[in-house]
């Protein structure tokens, strides 16, 4: 059961799989520091122990070796959502409508360097802020224009240093989440319900939102990983020169 089911509500982790990429090709099953892109979000999941059930959602049957493979559910949706233009409102619809949960939470497969620590620290302020969606965003500080005007800085006063700037928060979607009452009540109603009822955002780490649609990002990541694999802290070093600093 869950670690957080003291209401006895039942949390299933939802990892979406397409097939298709139109940016990288078969990107769910592209390696990263030797094994599958999907294969992390999988980890992940289980590390938080905040989910009833893991299941991987996809056209593929592929995908249900994947699933087998590493001991989590499988659910074969229709190709009609399977598409580069399907909308994830459908997506979660037809989900939950086929796997009867209280919180669906869309664990990001495009996101492998999220930890299972993270996940359930979102999922659990998701439930302590009672909310009905959570959307996790990142932390940017540093000036942005939209429409070639100013967000989080004046063009009237000195040149902000980016420290004291307000933070613009860009969604990562390494998770997202649902009261799945709330989703299916506003989705009947309305026809969509992405934002639906109480809704949150939640800034995760730098790491997290490392998200791949590219090969380079596929690149950018696989590097990292193999640094965090060395199972050791990260060392910043400095220029010899240094040592003239501490001679006074």
């Known amino acids: 059961m869950a670690i957080f089911n003291n209401k006895k509500e039942k949390i299933i982790a939802m990892i979406p799989a397409r097939m298709g990429s139109a940016r990288l090709t078969m990107k ?6 030797g094994k599958p892109l999907i294969y992390y979000a999988i980890q992940a999941a ?3 122990s905040a989910f009833d059930r893991i299941v991987i959602n996809s056209e593929g049957a592929l995908f249900a070796k994947i699933a087998e493979r590493y001991k989590v559910g499988f659910y ?5 959502w399977a598409t580069s233009t399907a909308k994830s409102d459908f997506i979660v ?9 209280d919180i669906i939470v869309w664990v990001n497969p495009t996101s492998p360097l999220q930890t299972g620590d993270e996940i359930k620290q979102v999922v659990s302020y998701f439930l302590e802020k009672r909310l009905d969606t959570l959307i996790t965003v990142k932390n940017e500080q540093v000036h942005c224009i939209f429409r070639d005007k100013p967000i989080n800085f004046t063009l009237d006063e000195v040149f902000a240093q980016t420290q004291d700037l307000i ?13 799945t009452k709330a989703f299916v009540k506003t989705f009947n109603k309305k026809g969509h319900a992405f934002f639906c009822g109480k809704l949150g955002f939640y800034p995760v780490s730098k790491l997290s939102s490392i998200i791949i649609k590219r ?32 001679r006074g």
């Open 76 to 80: 074969q949706r229709s190709a009609e």
């Open 215 to 246: 090969k380079e990002d596929l690149m950018l990541a696989d590097f990292v990983m193999r640094v965090l694999t060395k199972g050791k802290d990260y060392e910043v070093r400095y220029d010899r020169i240094i040592e003239h600093l501490k």
């Open 167 to 179: 933070p613009v928060q860009p969604f990562v979607y390494s998770i997202m989440m649902w009261r």
């Open 28 to 33: 769910n099953l592209a390696l990263l520091n």
């Open 93 to 101: 619809y037809d989900f939950v409508k086929n796997n009867p949960c």
């Open 46 to 48: 289980k590390d938080s």
